[in-house]
């Protein structure tokens, strides 16, 4: 499958994913008018990954996501290696990585 595409600044919606990093508060201090919103738990994640284009996570990721994130577009790996994030899946999806 070829990759998703973005979509234009004004309807893209970014994930941040991490228990502890406040990543989606200083990307709000940058005014981007970007969309986004924060998740801190992996049932938050399973939840809400289906509204995220841009997914920026780190060891909440699970392949089986791929199938509930129909526009995920792109993942921001924030952790050391990509070993979790399986590239026939994601690839077969249309995720980068």
């Given at each position: ?64 996501f ?22 026939e ?9």
């Open positions: 499958m070829t990759s998703r595409a973005l979509p234009p600044k004004d309807q893209l919606t970014i994930c941040f994913a991490h228990p502890a990093y406040r990543m989606q508060e200083r990307f709000a201090l940058r005014g981007t008018g970007i969309r986004s919103f924060e998740v801190r738990t992996l049932d938050e994640l399973r939840a809400r990954v289906g509204e995220a284009h841009v997914l920026s996570v780190s060891g909440f990721w699970r392949n089986e791929a199938d509930s994130a129909r526009q995920l577009a792109f993942i921001q790996s924030i952790s050391a290696g990509t070993d979790q994030y399986s590239r899946i994601l690839g077969a999806a249309g995720i980068r990585v």
